[in-house]
């Protein structure tokens, strides 16, 4: 059974980082798309950041480019989000998510499976 676990979230100052993990289990995730996904409270979810690890290629959403870098050991099936310079507007729920494919995709219908969230909450 595949399981997305994420964890590192937690309460940081702004100006801040965080590294998040998400640790993946139950299959081999080397021709898998690995990202991260947010969601804050009243908003849809949105994406965040994901890799294709065959082809070497990132992706970034235009409000997180610059400060969010997303990493991946693929030999361990884990995918990391390094969090700089964190803002207030970082706070919400991030999710880990996979899709058996090379492609990543921005919207939430095209990922497979889904971690159960870690929450990350950046004061002023």
């Known amino acids: 059974q595949v399981q997305l676990v994420e964890s590192g979230g937690g309460l940081v100052q702004a100006g801040g980082s965080l590294r998040l993990s998400c640790a993946a289990s139950?299959?081999?995730?080397?021709?898998?798309?690995m990202g991260w996904f947010r969601q804050a409270p009243g908003k849809e979810r949105e994406f965040v950041a994901g890799?294709?690890?065959?082809?070497?290629?990132?992706y970034y959403a235009s409000s997180v480019k610059g400060r969010f870098t997303i990493s991946r050991d693929n030999a361990g099936n884990t995918v990391y989000l390094q969090i700089n310079s964190m803002k207030p507007e970082d706070t919400a729920v991030y999710y880990c998510?996979?899709?058996?494919?090379?492609?990543?995709?921005?919207?939430?219908?095209?990922?497979?499976?889904w971690g159960q969230g870690t929450q990350v909450t950046v004061s002023s």
């Open positions: 890799n294709t690890w065959s082809w070497g290629s990132s």
């Open positions: 998510a996979a899709a058996n494919r090379q492609v990543v995709y921005t919207t939430r219908d095209r990922w497979d499976y």
């Open positions: 139950g299959r081999t995730f080397s021709s898998y798309a």
